[in-house]
C-alpha cells in the first residue's frame, strides 16, 4: 500500500503563486494531481509519468507546472498566475499497475 502525503495548499490572492508537493511511500509509475471545487467534481489537473511525459488541463495550460523527482518519489505542482476559479481542494494521485492511491488533499483557496 502506497500513501501519498500532500502539502504547500494556503490562501494566495489573484495573481500569485503557489507549490504543492506530493511525497509517495513508494515507487509510482503516473503522478498527477486532481482537483474538487465547491459544488463541482473531482477533475484532473496535471499528470506525469516516470518518464516525464505531461499532460494538463485546458484550463491550467501555461499557468501551472508539474514535475517529479523519482529519486524522492515526489511529485511538485507549480502554479502561477492563479485565479478564483482556481479555488479547490487539491489532491495528489499515483497510479501503478492499475492500482490508484489518493492524498488526503490540501486546499488552495485564491481571493479576488
Known amino acids: 500500500q502506497v500513501q501519498l502525503v500532500e502539502s504547500g495548499g494556503g490562501l494566495v490572492q489573484a495573481g500569485g503563486s503557489l507549490r504543492l508537493s506530493c511525497a509517495a511511500s513508494?515507487?509510482?509509475?503516473?503522478m498527477g494531481w486532481y482537483r474538487q471545487g465547491p459544488g463541482k467534481q473531482r477533475a484532473l489537473v496535471a499528470s506525469i509519468t516516470s518518464g516525464g511525459r505531461t499532460n494538463y488541463a485546458d484550463s491550467v495550460k501555461g499557468r501551472f507546472t508539474i514535475s517529479r523527482d523519482n529519486a524522492k518519489n515526489t511529485v511538485y505542482l507549480q502554479m502561477n498566475s492563479l485565479k478564483p476559479e482556481d479555488t479547490a481542494v487539491y489532491y495528489c494521485n499515483g497510479a501503478s499497475d492499475y492500482v490508484s492511491y489518493w492524498g488526503q488533499g490540501t486546499q488552495v483557496t485564491v481571493s479576488s
Open positions: 513508494g515507487s509510482i509509475n503516473t
